[in-house]
């Protein structure tokens, strides 16, 4: 079943009276949304509204876009520009999709399965962290599983190693590493390479 998640939009005039910095002050979001069904449309959007589906959502879902006469269209966050701190959105482009078209997108990589490695002794060093796959856009998944709990020290997990539902085509090359697994340092390892380096430190310049 498809999940509905909606982002309230407000159309906002470009004119003096509606600036960036003003919106941003009264907790509002500027930006855009575009798309063949609807042109090109100034909005803004509440911060608490963006913060509250980012964090719950994440932001490669497929979204209902719903402007305040209650017209929806489906939609992904194309991208969305921060300020200094991480939770401090300057502007937000949103991407107005067809329901019978297939659409490109990046996927977060979840990795799973830490724990039972760390016990076995492996570590996750992971390359990257999407991967970019095509789908129609109901079939967009959150996030794209990399399954490392049986995995060993020197084994290598490739894109093509992913789990992808039959409705996802990976555009990632196949090749293309995603993470290694290493060896965990044993403490005593650790103490006596910090116990090098301090001697090398401490000891007389010839």
């Not at 910095?21 to 911060?47: D, F, H």
């Not at 969305?80 to 107005?96: A, P, R, V």
């Not at 090749?175 to 697994?181: A, C, G, K, P, V």
């Amino acid at each position: 079943m498809l999940m509905t998640i909606t982002l309230r939009l407000e159309e906002r005039p470009n004119n003096a009276e509606n600036k960036a910095n003003k919106l941003r002050r009264e907790g509002y979001v500027p930006g855009v949304i575009y798309g063949k069904g609807i042109g090109t449309k100034s909005i803004k959007v509440k911060a608490s509204d963006l913060r509250a589906l980012l964090s719950k959502y994440g932001k490669t879902s497929l979204i209902n876009a719903t402007f305040e006469n209650g017209e929806t269209v489906p939609a992904f966050i194309k991208n969305i520009q921060y300020g200094i701190l991480k939770n401090e959105f300057l502007s937000i482009d949103l991407h107005q999709v067809s329901m019978n078209e297939k659409v490109r997108n990046e996927v977060p990589i979840k990795v799973v399965g830490r724990e039972l490695l760390e016990k076995a002794g492996g570590v996750v060093a992971q390359q990257i962290d999407t991967v970019e796959i095509e789908c129609f856009p109901q079939d967009t998944p959150q996030f794209i599983e990399a399954n490392v709990a049986n995995m060993i020290p020197g084994q290598v997990l490739t894109a093509a190693d992913l789990k992808l539902p039959e409705s996802v085509t990976l555009l990632t090359e196949p090749e293309q590493i995603i993470l290694t697994i290493v060896a965990a340092k044993s403490e005593e390892a650790e103490t006596e390479a910090t116990v090098e380096k301090e001697e090398a430190e401490n000891s007389p310049a010839e």
